[in-house]
C-alpha cells in the first residue's frame, strides 16, 4: 500500500521559511517523479516544483529562486525549502508520486502553510 506524508507545514511571517517534507512508503520512490502542488482558497491546485527519477528539477515561475525541492532516496523522502514566503504562498501543500511506466499517480493528504503579512 503505498502513502504519501507531508509534514512541515505551519504559520509563519511574511519573509520566512518552512521545510516541508514528504515520507514515501509502498512504491520505489527514486523511480517515480514526484512533485509539490499547493491549492489555495478559491483557486485550483498548482504544480509548484518537481522532480523527475534523473534528478531534474522544474519549478513554476512564481517560485523560482526561492523554493528548492530535493529528495532524499535512502529515506524515500521528498522536500520542499521554502524561502522568502509571502501571503500569496497560503496554501495546502500536497505531494504527488507519478510513474508513468505504470500508470500510477499517488497524493498525500496535504500540509497548510499560512503566511502572514
Known amino acids: 500500500q503505498v502513502q504519501l506524508v507531508e509534514s512541515g507545514g505551519g504559520l509563519v511571517q511574511a519573509g520566512g521559511s518552512l521545510r516541508l517534507s514528504c515520507a514515501a512508503s509502498?512504491?520505489?520512490?527514486?523511480?517515480?517523479?514526484m512533485g509539490w502542488y499547493r491549492q489555495a482558497p478559491g483557486k485550483e491546485r498548482e504544480l509548484v516544483a518537481s522532480i523527475v527519477s534523473g534528478g531534474t528539477t522544474a519549478y513554476v515561475d512564481s517560485v523560482k529562486g526561492r523554493f528548492t525541492i530535493s529528495r532524499d532516496v535512502a529515506k524515500n523522502t521528498l522536500y520542499l525549502q521554502m524561502n522568502s514566503l509571502t501571503p500569496e504562498d497560503t496554501a495546502v501543500y500536497y505531494c504527488?508520486?507519478?510513474?508513468?511506466?505504470?500508470?500510477?499517480?499517488?497524493w498525500g493528504q496535504g500540509t497548510q502553510v499560512t503566511v502572514s503579512s
Open positions: 509502498g512504491l520505489t520512490f527514486g523511480t517515480y517523479t
Open positions: 504527488r508520486a507519478r510513474s508513468h511506466m505504470l500508470g500510477s499517480t499517488y
